[in-house]
């Protein structure tokens, strides 16, 4: 642009420009996985700078030959860095994602130390910068262990990645009912609900917690709610079949029994 603008420099200058150009290139070649709102304005100009050095460019003097060739040297650094780390990236994830799913699969079988060693895995390849998904599996996994600090721990580091994962939350709120903290756990439920309304996890496990306090037509309303999400949710059926006993309402309690027999047997009650 500054050639196009006849405003020339001498070679070492322009060579400077090319070493500290590519340099910043390279630096900021890695695809951006979540970039803070601050970026965002010049991200939506980068385009147009983009468009208008292109268009600057193609009447504008080249420079000696050697910093000709520099320019094309740079720009094939530069792409080319930026291809490695995003090839590199999507290798990660794909790593990543297989890690979890083979965690999820030992975990439905109670090999949860297994899992957990295979999420481990996973932290050790995105660390802090990738998925959170392995972050927040090996809280829940560490919840059903009975090592709720530790699980806290990541299921916190999950949410510091991206506080708007509902599931995340409401594995915190489990951590948290199991430690006897009910009024927190429900603010982490709440919070599952905001980021995603129709969580029908959400509602069914705030119920549970309404439920140990006691509250009972407030669960009752949870899992009505959690039921017109998915009608087929047996955990909140049988949820609902215990708080309408607690209610007195027993034939109400029989007509949810019934549907847990029907959806093919009985539904774990989520914690």
Avoid at 50 to 76: D, E, L, R
Avoid at 93 to 111: C, F, I, M, T
Avoid at 122 to 149: D, F, H
Avoid at 241 to 250: A, H, M, P, Q, R
Wanted: proline content about 4%.
């Amino acid at each position: 642009m500054h050639n196009a603008a006849v405003a020339l420099l001498p070679d070492a200058a322009d060579g400077a420009l090319l070493i500290l150009g590519t340099a910043l290139a390279v630096a900021g070649g890695a695809p951006i996985r979540r970039a803070p709102a601050v970026y965002a304005p010049w991200l939506a100009a980068l385009p147009a700078f983009i468009a208008t050095a292109a268009a600057k460019a193609v009447n504008a003097y080249p420079g000696s030959p050697s910093i000709a060739i520099g320019t094309w040297v740079a720009v094939a650094v530069s792409a080319g860095s930026s291809a490695v780390l995003s090839i590199r990236r999507r290798w990660v994830e794909g790593r990543v994602s297989r890690s979890v799913r083979k965690a999820q699969d030992l975990a439905v079988d109670r090999n949860f130390t297994g899992a957990i060693e295979e999420l481990d895995r996973a932290i050790g390849l995105a660390g802090e910068t990738g998925s959170e998904a392995p972050w927040y599996s090996k809280g829940a996994a560490l919840v059903v262990l009975g090592r709720y600090e530790e699980a806290l721990e990541c299921i916190d580091t999950a949410l510091r990645m991206n506080p708007r994962n509902e599931v995340a939350w409401v594995n915190k709120g489990n951590a948290l009912v199991r430690m006897g903290r009910l009024v927190d756990a429900l603010k982490c439920y709440n919070s599952a609900i905001k980021v995603n309304p129709g969580y029908e996890v959400g509602w069914n496990n705030k119920g549970n917690a309404l439920a140990r306090l006691g509250k009972y037509p407030e669960a009752l309303q949870c899992y009505e709610r959690a039921l017109r999400i998915d009608g087929a949710y047996k955990g909140a059926w049988v949820n609902k079949g215990f708080v309408l006993t607690k209610l007195g309402d027993f034939e109400g309690a029989a007509k949810c029994a019934d549907e847990v027999v029907r959806l093919g047997g009985p539904g774990g009650v989520a914690a």
